[in-house]
């Protein structure tokens, strides 16, 4: 039956703004330490209503974005019922295939999936994320000439293609996960939030 997810993603990371992944060149740490979380305004995985749930990873980047090799740790909403969970993780990991597929590719090891509390309130930029206890950021846009949010369009690498992407700064990213070896508390480094629809027969 394949899958249908509609909603809006966020993204922090530890380079500075705006990150070169996006743009395809390296990162500006030599290495990229990022959080990418999406959040299902409406969505179906096989006949499984995952609508209103959120599904978060985080990953140790090792170098240029498009040669993969991620090791990342994957968050699940803990509101997921297990055939919700199942459902998700087997999307995010792959095994549906389709454009979230092509993303998955990238990752090269998956330390761990957890359960956790989700909180996404990111619109237009600008919001919070909160994954479990150890994983937070705040997110503001920037903004253009006309006071409109400035916004990526047709970039080498994105998490949701096809679609615009509103960057800016995060006042503030925390990430501490010992299984990836981070312990991140930054300030001013890349944002990103957008909307996305995929679908996979």
Same mark, same amino acid.
């Not at 991140?184 to 480094?189: A, K, S």
């Given at each position: 039956?394949?899958?249908? +997810?509609?909603?809006?993603?966020?993204?922090?990371?530890?380079?500075?703004?705006?990150?070169?992944?996006?743009? #395809?060149?390296? $990162?500006?740490?030599?290495?990229?330490?990022?959080?990418?979380?999406?959040?299902?305004? @409406?969505?179906?995985?096989?006949?499984?209503?995952?609508?209103? +749930?959120?599904?978060?990873?985080?990953?140790?980047?090792?170098?240029?974005? +498009?040669?993969?090799?991620?090791? @990342?740790?994957?968050?699940?909403?803990?509101?997921?019922?297990?055939?919700?969970?199942?459902?998700?993780?087997?999307?995010?990991?792959?095994?549906?295939?389709?454009?979230?597929?092509?993303?998955?590719? +990238?990752?090269?090891?998956?330390?761990?999936?957890?359960?956790?509390?989700?909180?996404?309130?990111?619109?237009?930029?600008?919001?919070?994320?909160?994954?479990?206890?150890?994983? @937070?950021?705040?997110?503001?846009?920037?903004?253009?000439?006309?006071?409109?949010?400035?916004?990526?369009?047709?970039?080498?690498? @994105?998490?949701?293609?096809?679609? $615009?992407?509103?960057?800016?700064?995060? $006042?503030?990213?925390?990430?501490?996960?010992?299984?990836? #070896?981070?312990?991140?508390?930054?300030?001013?480094?890349?944002?990103?939030?957008?909307?996305?629809?995929?679908?996979?027969?």
């Amino acid at each position: 039956m394949g899958y249908k +997810l509609e909603g809006r993603v966020a993204e922090v990371c530890d380079c500075n703004a705006i990150c070169p992944c996006w743009v #395809g060149e390296n $990162p500006d740490n030599g290495t990229c330490d990022g959080l990418l979380t999406w959040h299902f305004d @409406s969505g179906n995985i096989d006949g499984v209503d995952v609508s209103g +749930l959120t599904i978060s990873v985080l990953s140790h980047i090792p170098g240029n974005v +498009l040669e993969g090799n991620w090791k @990342s740790a994957v968050f699940v909403d803990d509101k997921a019922t297990d055939e919700q969970h199942k459902a998700l993780v087997a999307v995010y990991t792959g095994k549906k295939g389709g454009p979230v597929a092509d993303l998955a590719q +990238l990752i090269g090891e998956v330390v761990s999936v957890e359960k956790v509390p989700i909180e996404f309130s990111v619109d237009k930029g600008k919001g919070f994320l909160r994954v479990g206890s150890g994983i @937070s950021a705040e997110l503001e846009p920037f903004q253009g000439a006309t006071g409109g949010t400035t916004a990526l369009i047709d970039t080498t690498f @994105s998490s949701i293609p096809g679609s $615009p992407e509103y960057v800016g700064k995060a $006042p503030s990213y925390k990430a501490n996960h010992a299984a990836l #070896g981070l312990n991140i508390d930054l300030q001013g480094r890349m944002s990103i939030q957008g909307n996305f629809l995929f679908e996979a027969a």
